[in-house]
Nanobody
Framework: VQLQACGGGVVQYGGSLRISCAIS????????VAWFRQVLGKEREFVAA????????RYADSVKGRFTISRDNTKNTVDLQMSSLKWEDTAVYYC?????????????????WGQGTQVTVSS
């Protein structure tokens, strides 16, 4: 399974941005897909996750109500729509996938990772 994250860029404070994760390879037994983010010098943190087949989602408290995760099983993509962006949302965003039947909030549970896409919130 290969993951390719794209769509990052520079966005103004309070603005919106949509990033996408394209998944290829053996996807039929994926359980969940998540977005994590990392700021240089800090640990990677959970942002949002979705199950691959059912409609269960979860968000970090810091992004709840501002970010929306969605998937398209026909295109094998998982998007993260980010709105009302804040300075603290600046980070490299990574998508990750795990086999099985559910998602996790701990990065160590994920089997596959994309390369990351930079999101920078500017004034």
């Amino acid at each position: 399974v290969q993951l390719q994250a794209c769509g990052g860029g520079v966005v103004q404070y309070g603005g919106s941005l949509r990033i996408s994760c394209a998944i290829s390879g053996r996807t039929f037994d994926l359980g969940g897909v998540a977005w994590f983010r990392q700021v240089l010098g800090k640990e990677r943190e959970f942002v949002a996750a979705t199950t691959w087949i059912t409609d269960s989602t979860r968000y970090a408290d810091s992004v709840k109500g501002r970010f929306t995760i969605s998937r398209d099983n026909t295109k094998n993509t998982v998007d993260l729509q980010m709105s009302s962006l804040k300075w603290e949302d600046t980070a490299v965003y990574y998508c990750a996938a795990v086999r099985g039947s559910k998602f996790y909030i701990l990065q160590r549970n994920y089997d596959y990772w994309g390369q990351g896409t930079q999101v920078t919130v500017s004034s």
